[in-house]
T-cell receptor, first 115, second 115 residues
């Protein structure tokens, strides 16, 4: 398996524009996580899905952020409108089941810069 | 509820010296514990994990960690540091709550290895 695949790897956009980040989890994994990493806040969990259903989105900073998982092999994180403070590295991770004893596998991340 | 505290945001050791990175956790359910490593401009990679059974777990690159329930700790150690060990290390906890489980990270510890 190619691992968790995120696209794009880098994104530069202007303030106010819509940004969509994409993630393809490892085949067979049924938990998916979106994290944001910044120098100030470290690694923050934004939202996670189990069997394509959002379980906990309490980490989503505000209504400008939304995430979807239309099927087991694809998820998106959308920011609309984007702001400079959204600049960060966004990671997607996937794992097996919901029992907790399996590790999450991370993608390479998307580095977002909002100017 | 679950959380992780990593003591020391920066740790510096000499090459060949003992590495000790501290992690304490809080969890309302039996925890599953993980250590991840992140090299510059890369995603997170699993070092080791504790699920059940033996409390001393061995991971990749010569690292190991011991689960101590009485101390709610899961410290990471390596007998002899190498320059390639310089990276960011994250402790994480995951607990199954009957439906799914989220993975919560600490704030990370940057390990510097000096000659």
């Amino acid at each position: 398996d190619a691992g968790v695949i995120q696209s794009p790897r880098h994104e530069v956009t202007e303030m106010g524009q819509e940004v969509t980040l994409r993630c393809k989890p490892i085949s067979g994994h049924n938990s998916l996580f979106w994290y944001r990493q910044t120098m100030m806040r470290g690694l923050e969990l934004l939202i996670y899905f189990n069997n394509n259903v959002p379980i906990d989105d309490s980490g989503m900073p505000e209504d400008r952020f939304s995430a979807k998982m239309p099927n087991a092999s694809f998820s998106t994180l959308k920011i609309q409108p984007s702001e400079p403070r959204d600049s960060a590295v966004y990671f997607c991770a996937s794992s097996l089941s919901g029992t907790g004893n399996t590790e999450a596998f991370f993608g390479q991340g998307t580095r977002l810069t909002v100017v | 509820a679950q959380s992780v505290t990593q003591l020391g945001s920066h740790v510096s050791v000499s090459e060949g010296a003992l590495v000790l990175l501290r992690c304490n956790y809080s969890s309302s359910v039996p925890p599953y514990l993980f250590w991840y490593v992140q090299y510059p401009n890369q995603g997170l990679q699993l070092l080791l994990k504790y699920t059940t059974g033996a409390t001393l777990v061995k991971g990749i690159n010569g690292f190991e960690a011991e689960f101590k329930k009485s101390e709610t700790s899961f410290h990471l150690t390596k007998p002899s540091a190498h320059r390639r060990d310089a990276a960011e290390y994250y402790c994480a906890v995951r607990g199954f709550t009957g439906t799914a489980s989220k993975l919560t990270f600490g704030t990370g510890t940057r390990l510097q290895v000096t000659l």
